[in-house]
């Protein structure tokens, strides 16, 4: 368990409300001489809480407002309206005592040493963080046990591969057992294997020591695999915020079925889908996302002489694009 | 008051690994060390030549300016070496480094000044250090103007270590203003290199009080050469520089903080 717990146990570890950041923006408008001023709410209205120990994706597309909201979590931004609390603190007043209490990787940006081996990264930081010897012992024997890191904690940073260096920026980011931490895109650009892995890791992570978890990704995957709970922001507010099989059904988003015919024919008449595309011999069903594939796939195969069949899962961008075309 | 000891040491940490990642190429770390003490000599070169065709300058002779050159490019090797990297905060603002530093528990001078920490700077400071020494020989020593000497090179050091910081803050506002910077910066060191008499007293004015370079070498080396100013300026000026140089601090970390505090709110 982490050493520290939150100063008042009643309030959730972090505790958004009504959360406003607008910002300034000079543009050139045509007919004025100057720029115009102008200002754009990257963030608004926006109110979440989440308790320690939860797992939460934090997703929308891009330009939604997720790094504005992360940098106001870490302190790096100052909200221009509502409330804001992390483990009792105000992020962007008490920023450096923050520091100390969370853990932040931004999945592009490496945080580690270029020139120098992995270890010689870990070893400031313990330094940095003043981690007590023996606790940076352990964590560091764990984690690079857990990331299967020993045979690279020699290795200078730049040779490291993109998957290896994720693993040592995220165990920069826990050696001081932070109570929550930030992943911005952890998996970005990482293949199966090592995508499988950082998530069981994060899995095991958060079951051992009660590590609450806030993850911003584009991969569905990741999300489906860690997070019991979704918070999706569109426009810088939040449009849902439950669990993920509730986002499709709530984005009322739909499954579609491929299905190639032997020979041409007119739009396939059957319950429970209907037809949204015919090129040649090619249909496209949609149906609802929450309901079975399987009667309809029954269904087309004894009315049509099928060739093939496919089904295409609903993207997520696309559910959120529904969600806030609906103005949920 | 434990903070700024145990700040000093992560500074130390942080630069002593940059070091140490600079030794992963020893030959391009001693080269350009070398390289650096070679380019800055030349400056005193070009000094010396002149001196051949000149008996003094604006009064002064060989001696007495290489003491002026020596103390203010000592000052100025000092203050580079330490926290020449703060002129990159422009660059760390857009690669989004400066927003990684501020997810770490030290402040953010301490890590923005020891960031890159390189001692490649050495060659300038060796070679500072030589034209210094070379000079001092020809100074008539008593236990006061050794003292004047001492908190002279400190006062510098914190007048350039003020102004590096301070100037390098415009980039809260705009970023890739370092020319802007550098003409403050390296523009006050240039210019101390050469007595001040060679400009004219509203130069002279604005070196004081505005950008008070001439506290760095100019006031102590007229009390370590035993003249008064040539301009009538009061003799106290010359035991003035360790309150220029606090009060220069003082004004750039003022200036910092608003800087820091500029960008949290505009997250430029």
């Known amino acids: 368990m982490s050493p520290s717990q939150p100063d008042h146990p009643s309030q959730p570890l972090i505790d958004v409300r009504d959360l406003e950041r607008t910002f300034d923006v000079r543009r050139r408008v045509e007919g004025h001489r100057r720029r115009v001023r102008e200002q754009v709410q990257a963030v608004h209205d926006l109110t979440f809480s989440v308790e320690a120990g939860e797992m939460v994706g934090y997703i929308g597309p891009n330009g939604a407002g997720k790094s504005t909201t992360i940098k106001m979590l870490t302190g790096i931004l100052v909200p221009t309206g509502g409330e804001l609390r992390v483990g009792g603190l105000d992020p962007s007043r008490q920023r450096v005592e923050l520091a100390r209490r969370i853990g932040v990787v931004f999945g592009q940006r490496s945080t580690l040493w270029w020139d120098l081996p992995l270890i010689d990264s870990f070893e400031l930081l313990q330094k940095m963080y003043r981690i007590p010897v023996h606790r940076y012992r352990e964590n560091l024997d764990r984690f690079v046990d857990l990331l299967d890191l020993g045979a690279q904690l020699d290795t200078p940073v730049r040779q490291l591969s993109l998957g290896q260096r994720m693993r040592g920026d995220i165990t920069a980011a826990l050696l001081h057992d932070p109570e929550v931490i930030y992943l911005d895109e952890p998996t970005i650009g990482l293949d199966v294997v090592s995508k499988g892995r950082l998530r069981e890791f994060l899995r095991a992570l958060n079951a051992e020591r009660g590590t609450t978890l806030l993850l911003t990704t584009h991969d569905l995957q990741d999300i489906e695999a860690l997070c019991d709970r979704v918070i999706v922001i569109d426009h810088g507010t939040s449009v849902y915020d439950g669990s993920l099989a509730g986002l499709h059904a709530h984005g009322g988003s739909t499954r579609t079925l491929v299905v190639d015919l032997v020979d041409e024919a007119p739009p396939i008449d059957v319950p429970g889908a209907e037809v949204r595309a015919v090129e040649g011999p090619r249909q496209w069903l949609s149906f609802p996302a929450d309901a079975s594939a399987a009667p309809v796939v029954a269904a087309v195969a004894s009315s049509y002489d099928v060739a093939d069949l496919s089904i295409q899962e609903p993207d997520i961008e696309d559910v959120i694009r529904e969600l806030y075309s609906r103005g949920a | ?268």
């Open chain 2, 1 to 268: 008051m434990a903070e700024p000891t145990s700040h000093l040491r992560t500074y130390g940490q942080i630069a002593w690994l940059w070091v140490r990642a600079a030794w992963q190429y020893p030959t391009s770390f001693v080269l350009l060390a070398v390289g650096n003490g070679l380019i800055t000599g030349l400056d005193f070169v070009g000094l010396w030549i002149m001196f051949s065709h000149l008996r003094d300058l604006a009064g002064f002779t060989l001696h007495e300016v290489a003491l002026l050159y020596g103390s203010a490019s000592l000052a100025l090797a000092i203050a580079d070496t330490a926290i020449g990297s703060v002129e990159r905060i422009g660059t760390y603002i857009r690669t989004g480094r400066l927003d990684q530093m501020m997810t770490k528990p030290v402040p953010l001078l301490v890590q923005v000044c020891a960031d890159q920490f390189t001692l490649r700077r050495l060659g300038r400071l060796t070679q500072a250090a030589v034209v210094f020494g070379w000079a001092c020989t020809f100074v008539d020593w008593t236990p006061l103007r050794v003292l004047v000497a001492g908190s002279m090179l400190i006062s510098g050091a914190l007048v350039f270590f003020g102004l590096f910081v301070g100037f390098s803050c415009v980039q809260f506002w705009t970023t890739d203003a370092t020319e802007f910077a550098n003409a403050f910066t390296y523009g006050g060191a240039t210019v101390t290199q050469y007595p001040l008499t060679i400009f004219p007293r509203e130069v002279m004015v604005g070196l004081t009080f505005v950008i008070p370079v001439a506290f760095v070498n100019w006031y102590p080396c007229l009390y370590l050469l035993g003249r008064s100013d040539p301009f009538g300026s009061s003799d106290l000026l010359q035991f003035a520089s360790p309150l220029a140089g606090v009060l220069t601090m003082a004004a750039a970390l003022l200036v910092w903080r608003t800087g820091v505090r500029h960008y949290t709110s505009t997250g430029s």
